[in-house]
């Protein structure tokens, strides 16, 4: 099976419009960007995990042909306002060739996304399937078990997946997919030792005040150490919100200030905020290292794709 990470970006993706920030202007100067954050499985079924604003050019990029199955994490517009863009997959086909495409979503998310998109379901372009965190589904040969996730009032209907598939070799493979959120509530006993975790990283350290309810790679440490994913973890949904040291855009109101930044353990000054791609898998592995942490975390970035 194929894992793509077709955009690892936060709400507004990476370098952020109007942002003049160091880590945006370093994100341009070095061609990189970070669309919003979905993953593609492509076994003989293909998965889409979320379906934000740039799923048209995320799914052109790899030339995808078909979907079996979107599964939706929450009701917030960067994780699903793109199913509108599925229609291209009704309309190039022969007539009366099309299956409408399964969107798997909670009821909570499905109050608000069916608002927008009834008319997805009229005409056949997608067919709402409910899933209720902790009941097992099969989209083909994916088992996925949708998990509760706390991402604040404002997504009462956020759900991370387990999806349970056959690797390369025809192992059991699985996968834990978090998408934004703070807290695993009642944590089930399926979540804990997977092969792949991936795992929100917003800030590089936690904020005093959370009010969006994401997760930083200071918290995100917990998490990892409590599921202890047995291959490989990966960081997604990046954001641009720590502050730099003297970058005068630390005035913006989206620039969180540190409740108590990540230190090496001789003390010091805080880990430098990293600014691009290479300086955040360096600050990671130095983290890790530091703190002897077992588990290899990969920061993730955009069409990075695996073999699993
Ligand atoms: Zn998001
Ligand atoms: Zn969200």
Request: hydrophobic share 35%; with cysteine; proline share 8%.
């Amino acid at each position: 099976m194929d894992m793509t990470f077709l955009g690892t970006g936060g709400a507004w993706g990476l370098p952020e419009l109007n942002c003049n920030c160091l880590i945006c202007r370093e994100m341009r100067r070095k061609g990189e960007k970070r669309d919003r954050t979905s993953l593609l499985l492509k076994d003989e079924t293909t998965l889409l995990v979320d379906c934000g604003p740039d799923a048209r050019t995320q799914l052109s990029r790899h030339s995808i042909d078909a979907i079996d199955g979107v599964l939706i994490t929450h009701e917030h517009t960067d994780h699903y306002i793109g199913l509108d863009e599925l229609f291209a997959y009704k309309r190039n086909l022969p007539r009366g060739s099309f299956r409408p495409i399964p969107v798997y979503l909670t009821a909570k998310s499905q109050e608000v996304i069916r608002k927008r998109f009834d008319y997805l379901e009229e005409m056949e372009v997608i067919r709402v399937c409910a899933i209720e965190p902790g009941r097992w589904f099969g989209v083909n040969e994916f088992e996925v078990l949708p998990f509760d996730t706390y991402h604040g009032p404002f997504a009462q209907g956020s759900v991370g997946f387990l999806v349970a598939a056959r690797g390369l070799s025809g192992e059991a493979v699985r996968i834990v997919y978090t998408s934004d959120f703070s807290d695993i509530p009642n944590p089930s006993a399926d979540l804990l030792e997977p092969d792949y975790l991936i795992i929100q990283s917003f800030w590089l350290n936690e904020p005093v005040h959370n009010r969006p309810h994401h997760m930083s790679f200071q918290r995100a440490i917990h998490f990892i150490e409590r599921l202890r994913p047995k291959k490989e973890t990966f960081l997604v949904h990046i954001g641009d919100a720590d502050r730099v040291a003297n970058d005068p855009a630390n005035r913006q109101l989206k620039k969180y200030e540190p409740k108590d930044p990540m230190r090496p353990p001789s003390g010091g000054d805080p880990y430098p905020i990293p600014l691009n791609q290479a300086q955040w898998q360096e600050t990671v592995n130095l983290i890790i290292s530091d703190r002897q942490i077992p588990y290899p975390i990969t920061v993730a970035y955009d069409d990075l794709s695996i073999q699993i």
